[in-house]
């Protein structure tokens, strides 16, 4: 069926590493993707999306890279910092007029 | 988010009882979502509705239903809650006609059922 998935379910980091967070996504007719942050006891933040029409997409200290011929949606954190630590989490708009969310990554930032 | 609020917080509450959970937003969005969140997964939606006369059954809508009392408020039902529904719930808004489907997230309430 269609799904998204993460490939690692846990990533620790030193504070000032880049960090990098990749998901896997099936449906390839899917045209809008989004990356979330959520904190402990807090509901997922918006950090960055982008369209199937892009490539490469840059925010404050994000990045998000999208790979359409494997199906691979990564997020890089610049200078990651104990901020930053958190559960991460994908998410594509299947055109059921719904989002789907991947399981998440924990990001775990090592002072 | 503030726009986004949730209550209650946090609900224990047993087997075979009743339990409504509210969602009222001031973002002024037309859709609104419920979303379940087990221990180390992800978000799977329960019901979502796009304006106050549309309701859509998501993916595990077994055992929940829903009320959009107006654009503002979208509640969520448990007609008798049972101890697998134990989890953590999340509301969320989104425009409408924006080109995207991204969505505003609630605190989260925390429901028990014993």
């Known amino acids: 069926g269609e799904s998204v998935g993460l490939h690692l379910p846990t990533l620790s980091v030193q504070e000032g590493d880049n960090s990098i967070i990749n998901c896997a996504y099936s449906?390839?007719?899917?045209?809008?993707f989004i990356w979330y942050k959520q904190e402990s006891g807090k509901g997922p933040q918006f950090i960055i999306d982008i369209r199937s029409n892009m490539d490469k997409r840059q925010g404050q200290r994000v990045t998000v890279l999208l790979n359409k011929t494997v199906k691979h949606l990564s997020l890089q954190i610049a200078a990651t910092q104990p901020g930053d630590s958190a559960v991460y989490f994908c998410a594509e708009n299947t055109g059921r007029r719904a989002l789907t969310f991947g399981s998440g990554t924990r990001l775990q930032v090592q002072p | 988010d503030a726009d986004v609020t949730q209550t209650p917080r946090n609900r224990i509450t047993k087997t075979g009882k009743r339990i409504m959970l509210e969602c009222s937003q001031t973002k002024g969005h037309d859709r609104m979502y419920w979303y379940r969140q087990d221990p180390g997964l992800g978000l799977r939606l329960i019901y979502y509705s796009f304006d106050v006369k549309d309701i859509n059954k998501g993916e595990i809508s077994d055992g929940y239903s829903v009320s959009r009392q107006a654009q503002a408020k979208f509640s969520l039902s448990l007609e008798s809650a049972i101890p697998n529904q134990t989890a953590l719930y999340f509301c969320?808004?989104?425009?409408?006609?924006?080109?995207?489907?991204?969505?505003?997230f609630g605190p989260g309430t925390r429901l028990t059922v014993l």
């Open positions: 449906n390839s007719a899917s045209d809008y």
């Open positions: 969320a808004t989104s425009p409408t006609g924006d080109g995207t489907d991204t969505q505003y």
